[in-house]
C-alpha cells in the first residue's frame, strides 16, 4: 500500500493512496510515536468504506491535567460527524471514537441519508442499520426569538456569564457575521464563527 505524508508543525496528513479517507492529524502538548499515528489511521480506515469521495478527517491528540483526549471530525459534503474521548489510555480511546463514529452513522442513517439524499460520497447501504432511532425524533419543545447585538466576541462572554448560560449567539461587530461563543468543558471558551 502507498502512503502520502505530509508534515506542517504539528499537523500530519497521511493517507493510502487507493483509500477515500484523508486522516489529517495534530497533536497540542502530546508527543505522537509512529506505531500510535498508524494505530490511528489503522482505525479510522475501516469506516472507509462507508465512502465514496474523497472525504477528510480531522484528529487532534491532547494532554491536558494528566488526561489525554482524542477528537475526530469526518466531513463528507456537509454531513459531519465528530467524537471525542477523554482517557487514561490513549490507545482504547482510539477504538471508542471509531465505535462512537460508526454509531451515529448507523443511528442516525435514515435521517441523514433523507437530509444529504444528493450527497453521493456516503454509501447509505453500506452503513448498518439499526433501529434505535427510527422512533425519535428530533422536538423542539420551547422556541425563543431575540434580536442578535453587536457586539465584540469578549463583550458575548460577558453577556453569557451574566445570564449563567453555557453558550450566546451574538452578532460579531469586527466581522459583521453571527458568531456563538460557549463555554468547554475544561472551563475555557470557544468561538463559533460563521461564513455565508
Known sequence: MKYKLSLRGDKMTRYQ???NMVINISTKNFNASDHL????????????????N???TNVTLSAERGRQKIEATINADGAIFRAEETTQ????????????LGSQMSK???KIASRHKDNKSIRFDDIPDTSEADGESFEIVRRKTYELLPMTPEEAILQMEL?????????DMERD?????YKRNDGKYGLLETTS
Open 17 to 19: 493512496e487507493d483509500r
Open 37 to 52: 499515528l498508524s494505530m490511528v489511521e489503522g482505525k479510522l480506515t475501516r469506516l472507509d468504506k462507508y465512502f465514496s
Open 54 to 56: 474523497e472525504i477528510e
Open 89 to 100: 489510555d490513549i490507545y482504547s480511546g482510539i477504538d471508542r471514537i471509531v465505535d462512537k
Open 108 to 110: 442516525y442513517k435514515r
Open 163 to 171: 445570564l449563567s448560560h453555557s453558550f450566546f449567539v451574538f452578532l
Open 177 to 181: 457575521q453571527a458568531s456563538v461563543v
